[in-house]
T-cell receptor, first 116, second 112 residues
Framework: GESVGLHLPTLSVQEGDNSIINCAYS??????FIWYKQESGKGPQFIID?????DKRQGQRVTVLLNKTVKHLSLQIAATQPGDSAVYFC???????????????FGQGTILTVHP | KAGVTQTPRYLIKTRGQQVTLSCSPI?????VSWYQQTPGQGLQFLFE???????NKGNFPGRFSGRQFSNSRSEMNVSTLELGDSALYLC???????????FGEGSWLTVV
């Protein structure tokens, strides 16, 4: 049959604003989560990760929040810059003790556009 | 430290042909996994290798295969190419289970 392209959620912000990108994950057994940034024509770039024994982790200008009760992950970007414009993916993995071995399950992605 | 390196970056093939893509992981990384990215399906897991053994496989037909060499470098092969195989093929590596997975820039395959 005819394939239908993914309709990615979009988020449009002004430079200097804070951005919040949300992701719902599917597998309650997932215990490792990663956020990737993908710019046009490039491969996914690691931003930040979090394990299921944590509910918050901070990096440089980024914070990831994990709510296992509702299987929800969010990425907060502080003082968003035009260079942050990209597609952002969350990914989940069943880590140690599981049999996922490098298998990441990706969300559909969110397009972030930052206006100067 | 060099990142994950994939070759070739771009290639065009004809339906029915086969293609081999190559991946060199980050030095010291022994796990290599492959993904297909298309506008319609997003990022999908193909397979993962560790110490020359395939440990996990996604839901792709047998036309998609791979292997890993003793130096951890990996190749994936797609035989009898179809138009729908046109995609960005991404290789990723990590040092061990549960560690960060880093991606290469990908190989853009167009099947005509």
């Amino acid at each position: 049959g005819e394939s239908v392209g993914l309709h990615l959620p979009t988020l449009s912000v002004q430079e200097g604003d804070n951005s919040i990108i949300n992701c719902a994950y599917s597998n309650s057994a997932s215990d490792y989560f990663i956020w990737y940034k993908q710019e046009s024509g490039k491969g996914p770039q690691f931003i930040i990760d979090i394990r299921s024994n944590m509910d918050k982790r901070q990096g440089q200008r980024v914070t990831v929040l994990l709510n296992k009760t509702v299987k929800h992950l969010s990425l907060q970007i502080a003082a968003t810059q035009p260079g942050d414009s990209a597609v952002y993916f969350c990914a989940e993995n069943i880590g140690s003790g599981g049999t996922s071995y490098g298998k990441l399950t990706f969300g559909q992605g969110t397009i972030l556009t930052v206006h100067p | 430290k060099a990142g994950v390196t994939q070759t070739p970056r771009y290639l065009i093939k004809t339906r029915g042909q086969q293609v081999t893509l190559s991946c060199s992981p980050i030095s010291g990384h022994r796990s290599v996994s492959w993904y297909q990215q298309t506008p319609g399906q997003g990022l999908q897991f193909l397979f993962e290798y560790f110490s020359e053994t395939q440990r996990n496989k996604g839901n792709f037909p047998g036309r998609f295969s791979g292997r890993q060499f003793s130096n951890s470098r990996s190749e994936m092969n797609v035989s009898t190419l179809e138009l729908g195989d046109s995609a960005l093929y991404l290789c990723a590596s990590s040092s061990q289970e549960g560690n960060t997975i880093y991606f290469g820039e990908g190989s853009w395959l167009t099947v005509v």
